[in-house]
């Protein structure tokens, strides 16, 4: 059973989640507590939780501070806030300290659970694929168990190790100093729901495999794979690119390898000389793994090749413009704008910057809110994605690209649903309109008199008869009274006269004239040929 701890100030709601909530469904039970973030740091320290379920505003230590803390401290602790509609921009700051989840008050219990169901599975599904058994009978060879430990000393920064194996190293091959390095790192750090543990042993066999037919060694390091060259010439830039290569190849052999390759990025440090230099190439692998937010998945990306471009994100004026662009595009139903502002404002935040990669995150949160609010304030009839879970899945997206694609995506569903919603509503209102025309077409009723019936533009209406019907409004009553003065005609010996008068026609001669301009025949010929007609 997975450990939690609930911190809020508000006694009732916090008892009312600890009571309230089943959290055995979820594999999960409450550990502790706590009324703010100090109380839930120290609760931290005796409980050891998976997971802390928070509030942002509270005193002494707030939401922020507690998730600030906790990356440093407790990496490994997820955290779900909960907050109010007001406090979502708020919120959104977290992701710079690592949350990834987020809920609104009032917290929907089938959510919440479904959530940490989800995290539970990220959980176990991270031990598994860091699971040091499988690594512990990797290599064989005993400079490269030593070696191995050296690096890993060095990364650690523990002189002692350090100072032990180097001896070791250097008594067996003399080549610590004079070697060139360069670090690999990698992580299959998305989650994928469908790969049982089962299927990620298969993978960890298929790494296995690969390496130990090298003589570089890989081992595990802060919850990312390293592989660590070592050659006694520059030739290792040409090598290292074929072996990374060659492994992205042999890790799709089998069935879950395939799926997993579509989400490994490989990042390769600078080549340095001398192995002291290990921490400094595996920094540069770090940032340019990093890189693959704009690089995007499935690459080998060396740090000499990625770039600042030194470009500054949008600022508040463009994004408030773009934003208003935007919701003109979903509000009209304007698929064409729509994906020139998005293709437009992923090129502003293409700025190859990994310091600026959580800012981003925040500004297309920023985009999809603006808009929804704007959209709940108009009432619309219909089920939008709750910013809580916008944002949530938001953050599962890796790379710029995805990002982009997720934000687009949710915008045209929002544009499918107002594209239904005006065309029930345009249908609607031309029924409405048909039926009006059918009980008054004998007054000819104007544009503007169905303009004040229905409360809607002239002009509007034309247009919208004329899409729906395929004919105007003065042809459709044109249409119905001939089609009355011909059934009067035919069924009927009322006088012609007459027959002109009751559909509306204050002139006899105009009457007729219409007549036979649409039949081809005066209306007393149209009685003659009926009549004639019958007779035979």
Request: hydrophobic share 40%.
């Amino acid at each position: 059973m997975r450990k939690l701890i609930i911190v809020d100030d508000e006694k009732i709601i916090a008892n009312g989640l600890l009571t309230g909530i089943n959290w055995q469904k979820a594999g999960f039970e409450v550990a502790a507590v706590a009324e703010n973030g100090r109380q839930a740091l120290d609760a931290i320290a005796s409980t050891n939780p998976d997971v802390i379920i928070s509030d942002i505003k509270m005193p002494v230590m707030d939401g922020l501070e507690l998730a600030k803390a906790v990356q440093i401290q407790y990496p490994h602790i997820k955290i779900i806030f909960l907050s109010c509609y007001n406090d979502f921009y708020y919120a959104q700051k977290a992701i710079e300290y690592g949350v990834q989840n987020y809920l609104l008050k009032p917290v929907d219990e089938n959510e919440l659970l479904g959530l940490l169901s989800k995290i539970g599975k990220e959980l176990e599904f991270a031990e598994s694929r860091y699971d040091h058994d499988i690594f512990d009978s990797l290599y064989t060879l005993t400079f490269k168990d030593m070696l191995t430990n050296y690096i890993l000393s060095i990364l650690r920064n523990d002189s002692s190790d350090i100072a032990y194996y180097s001896s070791k190293i250097n008594r067996s091959s003399g080549e610590l100093s004079e070697s060139y390095i360069s670090v690999a790192l990698f992580a299959l750090n998305d989650f994928v729901p469908d790969l049982t543990a089962e299927d990620i042993r298969s993978v960890m066999s298929d790494i296995k495999s690969y390496w130990s037919d090298t003589d570089y060694p890989v081992f595990v390091f802060n919850n990312y794979f390293i592989v660590f060259f070592h050659e006694t010439s520059d030739v290792i830039s040409s090598k290292h690119k074929f072996f990374l290569n060659s492994f992205m190849d042999s890790i799709s052999i089998n069935k879950c390898g395939q799926k997993l390759r579509e989400l490994i990025s490989i990042g390769v440090g600078n080549i340095y000389k001398g192995f002291r230099n290990s921490y400094n190439s595996y920094l540069d692998a770090y940032k340019a793994y990093q890189y693959k937010f704009y690089a995007g998945k499935r690459k080998v990306i060396e740090y000499s090749d990625i770039c600042d471009r030194g470009i500054e994100l949008p600022s508040s004026s463009e994004i408030e413009e773009i934003e208003q662009d935007l919701f003109s595009a979903v509000f009209n139903c304007d698929r064409a704008v729509l994906n020139k502002e998005l293709e437009k404002y992923k090129k502003m935040c293409l700025v190859h910057d990994i310091e600026k990669i959580p800012v981003i995150y925040f500004k297309y949160a920023e985009i999809y809110i603006s808009i929804h609010k704007k959209l709940w304030e108009k009432q619309v009839p219909f089920q939008l994605v709750p910013p809580d879970i916008f944002y949530n899945k938001m953050l599962e997206r890796k790379t710029l690209y995805h990002l982009d694609l997720y934000l687009k995506s949710s915008l045209e569903d929002i544009i499918s649903e107002l594209e239904r919603l005006k065309s029930d509503s345009s249908k609607n209102i031309v029924l409405k309109i048909k039926y009006y025309l059918q009980k008054n077409y004998i007054n000819n009723p104007s544009l503007t008199e169905l303009s004040e019936v229905f409360n809607l533009n002239p002009s509007y209406i034309s247009s919208l008869f004329k899409e729906e019907t395929g004919t105007n409004i003065s042809d459709y009553i044109l249409s119905m009274r001939l089609t009355e003065a011909k059934s009067l005609l035919k069924n009927t010996d009322t006088q012609i006269g007459i027959i002109s008068e009751k559909l509306g026609y204050n002139d006899y001669r105009h009457f007729c004239t219409v007549f036979k301009k649409e039949t081809g025949m005066s209306p007393l010929q149209y009685r003659m040929n009926v009549v004639f007609d019958k007779g035979k």
